[in-house]
């Protein structure tokens, strides 16, 4: 895991743990997760998504943590200036190879880009009927098999932005940047909400066989940025499929099938070199 919080729960766990960033990364391709977790390389190069993404969560981040305790957003300048000094201080300490995308080109473009989708995001965010109950919330959760066995695993991860609505039910809002639209069946495909309702439910936030209501909420990387919303829900079933699909993928690392995948994921890939010298 990669979040603070996440590190400090588990920190002093004895339990092997495996998170959902590791599961999506085995199914993308299993050899990258072998370079990644198992050999643990050092990067070869790195994207610019890499860092923008973490910089637009962070400002993300502080603007609704800062509605939760004070009952009033951080201001927009303030989100901008924590955005600006997270990428540019990422980019000074990063001596690997960036890879620009063509929407930014360099890292001035990169900053103005993020610049306007966070305007975008400030202008258009409506929480009208919700109240926060978490921001960044990190989560832990034994994973069973789909049959009701329990693993020597636990499964980790961090949930985005936890909402509930006027009627007491929660809403799992999960933050993504993206040049293309969603199409709907991808949303509803999504296997990290999947994993989300999996860890809310055993951490008893919802009843175990209640649907869980989750919402993608994506700014677009537009010459005018705009902030997109995505409904779609995840039931007891969908959370039965995944611990089936979870099990599957620690089966596949136990046994040590790791084969490489050619997919879009490899224009952003770490281990080039690694993959075509394998």
Same mark, same amino acid.
């Given at each position: 895991m990669t979040r603070t919080q996440a590190i400090h729960l588990?920190?002093?766990?004895?339990?092997?743990?495996?998170s959902y960033s590791q599961i999506f990364t085995y199914l993308g391709c299993s050899l990258k997760y072998k370079f990644q977790y198992v050999e643990q390389r050092p990067f070869e190069r790195i994207s610019s998504n890499l860092f923008f993404g973490s910089a637009i969560h962070i400002a993300l981040e502080r603007f609704y943590r800062t509605w939760k305790e004070k009952g009033t957003p951080e201001t927009l300048m303030n989100i901008t200036e924590l955005f600006c000094d997270s990428i540019n201080t990422d980019l000074d300490n990063n001596d690997l190879p960036v890879l620009f995308k063509?929407?930014?080109?360099?890292r001035d473009d990169l900053i103005q880009m993020g610049m306007a989708m966070l305007e975008a995001f400030y202008e258009n965010i409506d929480l009208n009927?919700?109240?926060i109950v978490d921001v960044e919330l990190p989560l832990a959760a034994t994973l069973y098999t789909d049959?009701?066995?329990?693993t020597d695993f636990k499964l980790v991860g961090v949930i985005d932005l936890l909402l509930m609505d006027k009627n007491q039910e929660l809403l799992v809002v999960d933050h993504k940047t993206a040049a293309q639209t969603k199409s709907q069946d991808a949303v509803d495909n999504d296997? &990290?909400?999947?994993?989300? @309702?999996?860890?809310?439910?055993?951490?008893r936030y919802t009843f175990p066989t209640a649907p869980v209501k989750c919402r993608m909420d994506v700014l677009r990387k537009l010459k005018k940025p705009k902030l997109?919303?995505? &409904?779609?829900?995840?039931? @007891?079933q969908d959370r039965k499929r995944f611990a089936k699909i979870a099990n599957a993928v620690l089966t596949g690392i136990d046994n040590k099938v790791f084969i490489p995948n050619r997919s879009w994921l490899c224009s952003d890939c770490q281990f080039t070199s690694a993959c075509a010298n394998w």
């Open positions: 588990l920190k002093d766990s004895p339990q092997l743990h495996i063509r929407e930014a080109p360099d009927g919700y109240q049959t009701g066995v329990p296997f &990290q909400f999947a994993s989300y @309702a999996y860890v809310l439910s055993s951490n997109e919303h995505y &409904q779609t829900i995840r039931t @007891a």
